[in-house]
C-alpha cells in the first residue's frame, strides 16, 4: 500500500520569499512517481510537477521544484519567489503508474503581502 | 482541447433518492478516474477505468456506487439510495498513457450535498 504524509496542516510566507512544503512517501513498488498539486479555493485541482522515482535530477516548472530524496523518502516542493495567487491547498501524491493515486492530506499555505 | 468537464456542478438531493454524474474527459485521454474529496481532505480514490474497462475499485465504494464509461469517452458515476455521509465533492480526472509521468488532469467536480 502507499502512503503520502505532510505534516504541516497550515504554512505562512512573505510575498516574494521562497517556501518548503513538505511531503513525505511509503512506498513497496519500485517503480513510482510525485507529483504536486494546487487547489486554490475556487476548487479545481491544478497539476504543478511530476518526479519520476528513477529520475536523477530534481525535477523544476517554472517557480516551482521538487527536492526530491529518495533514501529519506521525501518529495517535498519548493515555491520561490512566493505570489499572492499562490495561496490554496497543495496536495502530494504518489502513484504506482497508472493504477492507483494516492495523495496526502494536504497543506494549506497563505501568502502574506 | 476544452479540458475534463464535469455536470453538474452542484447536486442537493433528499435522502434515499438516486443521483448520477458525468464526466467528460480529455478527448485524447484514454484513462479516466473519479475520487471523492470531503472538506479539508486531500482526494479519495474511488474508481478508474482505462478506455472503457474498469480496472481498479476501492473498497471505499460500496454496492450503492457504480460507474461506466460505455464507449471509453464519458463516464458516469451513480450512487443509489443516497444518505447523508454521501454529501462531498465528486472530482473526475483523466490521464493519458503518453504522458511521461500519466499525470491527472481534473474537472471542476461536482458538490453534492444529502439533505
Known amino acids: 500500500a502507499q502512503k503520502i504524509t505532510q505534516t504541516q496542516p497550515g504554512m505562512f510566507v512573505q510575498e516574494k520569499e521562497a517556501v518548503t512544503l513538505d511531503c513525505t512517501y511509503d512506498?513497496?513498488?519500485?517503480?513510482?512517481?510525485l507529483f504536486w498539486y494546487k487547489q486554490p479555493s475556487s476548487g479545481e485541482m491544478i497539476f504543478l510537477i511530476y518526479q519520476g522515482s528513477y529520475d536523477e535530477q530534481n525535477a523544476t516548472e517554472g517557480r516551482y521544484s521538487l527536492n526530491f530524496q529518495k533514501a529519506r523518502k521525501s518529495a517535498n516542493l519548493v515555491i520561490s519567489a512566493s505570489q499572492l495567487g499562490d495561496s490554496a491547498m497543495y496536495f502530494c501524491a504518489i502513484t504506482n503508474y497508472g493504477q492507483n493515486f494516492v495523495f496526502g492530506p494536504g497543506t494549506r499555505l497563505s501568502v502574506l503581502p | 482541447d476544452t479540458g475534463v468537464s464535469q455536470d453538474p456542478r452542484h447536486k442537493i438531493t433528499k435522502r434515499g433518492q438516486n443521483v448520477t454524474f458525468r464526466c467528460d474527459p480529455i478527448s485524447e485521454h484514454n484513462r479516466l478516474y473519479w475520487y471523492r474529496q470531503t472538506l479539508g481532505q486531500g482526494p479519495e480514490f474511488l474508481t478508474y477505468f482505462q478506455n472503457e474497462a474498469q480496472l481498479e475499485k476501492s473498497r471505499l465504494l460500496s454496492d450503492r456506487f457504480s460507474a461506466e464509461r460505455p464507449k471509453g469517452s464519458f463516464s458516469t458515476l451513480e450512487i443509489q439510495r443516497t444518505e447523508q455521509g454521501d454529501s462531498a465533492m465528486y472530482l473526475c480526472?483523466?490521464?493519458?498513457?503518453?504522458?511521461?509521468?500519466?499525470?491527472?488532469?481534473f474537472g471542476p467536480g461536482t458538490r453534492l450535498t444529502v439533505t
Open positions: 480526472a483523466s490521464s493519458s498513457l503518453l504522458g511521461e509521468g500519466y499525470e491527472q488532469y
Open positions: 512506498t513497496s513498488d519500485q517503480s513510482y512517481g
